[in-house]
Structures are given as C-alpha cells and as structure tokens.
C-alpha cells in the first residue's frame, strides 16, 4: 500500500525558513516523479514545486521560483520541501504527490499518489 505522510509544517514569521518532508513508503520511490502541492483557505490547490526521479531536474511555480527548493533522497525514500523567505501568502496545507508518467509537472491531475497534508503558516 502506497503512503506518503508530510512533517515539518508548523508556524513562522515573514522572512523566516521551514522545511517539509514527505516519507515513502510502498512503492519504489525512486521511479517516481513527485511534486509538492498547497490549499489555502477557500483556493483551489495549486503546484509548487516538481522534481524527476534522480532529482538533477526540478521545476517551480513562479510564486515560489528563488525561494523555495526541492529535494530528494531516494536512499531515505524521502521527498524534502526547503522554504526561505517565507511570506503570508505562503499559508497553506501542503501536500506532497507521486506521479509514474508525467514528470515536472504541477498539474493536479497527472498526480496518482497524495500524503494528507501539512499545515504551514506565516505571519506578518
């Protein structure tokens, strides 16, 4: 059985750092392209960041380009989210996925695996 359980949410203030992990487990995590997702309050889910399997390729969202890095250990089967310069808006559930066929991208729907979520939230 496929899971993936997110860790590192928590509070921050503006300006602040937060990393997110994304543990694996049930699969072969390195043959999977995976992605990191968010919901804030009353938005739809966006994509933040996507990585391939060997994690040499990555591919952000322009909201988070140069202040947010994907990561990925595939000897620890785990998928790491780094956030800098944390703003307001960067409030959010986040989520990581898992995708077999559609690489670098942020595209919900291409996404066959989701953890549960991990809150984060940035004060002003």
């Known amino acids: 059985q496929v899971q993936l359980v997110e860790s590192g949410g928590g509070s921050a203030q503006a300006g602040g750092s937060l990393r997110l992990s994304c543990a694996i487990s049930g699969y072969t995590y390195s043959t999977y392209c995976m992605g990191w997702f968010r919901q804030a309050p009353g938005k739809e889910r966006e994509g933040v960041a996507a990585i391939g399997t060997g994690g040499g390729s990555t591919y952000y969202a322009d909201s988070v380009k140069g202040r947010f890095t994907i990561s990925r250990d595939n000897a620890k089967n785990t998928l790491y989210l780094q956030m800098n310069s944390l703003k307001p808006e960067d409030t959010a559930m986040y989520y990581c996925?898992?995708?077999?066929?559609?690489?670098?991208?942020?595209?919900?729907?291409?996404?066959?695996?989701w953890g549960q979520g991990t809150q984060v939230t940035v004060s002003s």
């Open positions: 996925a898992a995708t077999k066929f559609f690489c670098l991208t942020l595209s919900i729907s291409r996404y066959d695996y």
